[in-house]
């Protein structure tokens, strides 16, 4: 397997677009502050409209409201601008842990990198001086991204002693993928590929933006989005007495104004728009004067995503081997027309499977006979059991492993999606999804990251102490049925883990302060 003869190979994560950082620096390398992610103060951002607000109440013109709100937005994402030709900002930078290992990172780097993926589990197997987090600028080149990943995977073998890697591309990391295994076709540098609710061919959601195909009928949908719950209800709370229709105009606003300041001109949001609209979002783009050179790095990702299954399979040919675990049964963010698209709310399940096939939310496939199946197997059954999703059209029918009514950023925090991920990358006789019957193509979805990151560490702690017998009865019940829910992993619902989470959170709640005894 390796030089190393430790039996696993080093595990490399491209993480998505929330999680790897970004920060601007000086000319003399000194950093000046974190860019991305964006942490916009809603409170801060009212106020400085408020001015702008009263005069839309005074006389009903709101164009400099809008004006004004543009400005702000442009100051806040300015460090993530990106030119016209493509290039972001040249002092802007990942912050990359100085290519080391979780090993050798700080406990502050960590517990980030941890939060982000939640791959101690696998850590403890591999060891964590062979799990690696490549970061990178979410908003940058994805061939710029390609070489520097490549560069890092050669760093990693030379630290571990090790022929080859596996890699988990995540979100936005797909795309980064795509482009990696487009650029270094020659390469032979990885063993196997586990992909995590991977944007391959996009998502409809970055269509419906660079078309303005918006639905704004509901725009606090989107405030929440962008602003967290808290601030979006102070910002309903602020426009009660703007003029009716106002907070539309502000979230088509809000958009537009990052659309043209970060997206519009920037290479890895093309690389996520669905090869289907990519021609006519280029038509509407990248066809007037001085577009060349980005139309030519946008065109070069799109040939490669247009024929992503035949660079995949030319690397399941050399013996790379691919999985996916996804998500599916749950409509697309709502402030797009293309709502009801079948997805895990952010990623097109038929992009998170590698092209699997799924009816529109609240529709069902019934048996169509029109689809072209790569697994023409009539004892294998790849249709989910509500009739919604089909895997059988996937590039690797047998390797991808689906939720139900998964939500994106939360596939992390379901145990059962990580301990798939963690058979993956640590178990060479885990082959596809008849490898283990307790791990079925088709699973359900639910949350176990408040169980399994605050509640049951805190619990074990107060169990330490001299505490009153009833609470300490209650929590020994309440810590063993939050554990048990860890060997179930056949999941029908996530209102088991939900109810357990409540429970061990009140016996929490009452042991921490019961001292008395």
Known sequence: MSECNCGYYPTVVIPGIGQSKTALYSADGKMLKTAWPVDIDGKKLLKALSFQAFKTVMTGDDSKLLEKLKELVAQEVSALKVNSEGVPNPFLKPVDYDRKPLSLC????????????????????????????????????????????????????RLTGSDKVNLVPVSLGGSVATAYFDAYKERDDIHRVCYFVPAVNGSSIVSDVFLNNLDLSEPLSLFE??????????????SEHLPKGELERVASTLIEAVFENIIVNCPAMWAILPREKYKEAAEKYLCGYGKGTLKAKTERYFRAQKRYEEILLEQEKKGVEFFSICGYGRELLPFVKSKRVNSDSVVDFSSASLGGTAAPCGEKLNGRADLKRNCNDLSHNHVSPDGTADVSTSLFPERVFCFKNQQHDDTAYNDVAMAVAKRILTDESFKDVYSDARFPQFN???????????????????????????????LEE????????????????????????????????????????
Request: hydrophobic residues 40%.
């Open 225 to 238: 989005i962008l602003l967290g719950k808290k601030d979006a209800k102070m910002l309903e709370k602020f």
């Open 478 to 517: 309440a810590v063993k049925e939050a554990q048990d829910i860890f060997g179930d992993t056949i999941v029908e619902n996530g209102e088991k883990a939900d109810n357990a989470a409540l429970r061990l959170e009140s016996a929490v709640r009452e042991a921490t302060p019961d001292l008395r005894k």
């Open 444 to 474: 359900g979805s639910r949350n176990t990251g408040k169980i399994a990151y605050r509640l049951l560490p805190e619990a074990y702690e107060l169990l330490k102490l001299d505490l009153h017998e009833s609470v300490r009865k209650e």
């Open 106 to 157: 700080s406990e502050d780097d960590k517990r980030y990198i941890y939060k982000m993926v939640p791959m101690k589990d696998v850590a403890e197997i591999i060891g964590e001086d062979r799990l690696f987090f490549f970061a990178y600028n979410s908003f940058g080149q994805p061939y710029e991204t390609a070489k520097a990943l490549d560069s890092y995977i050669q760093n990693v073998k």
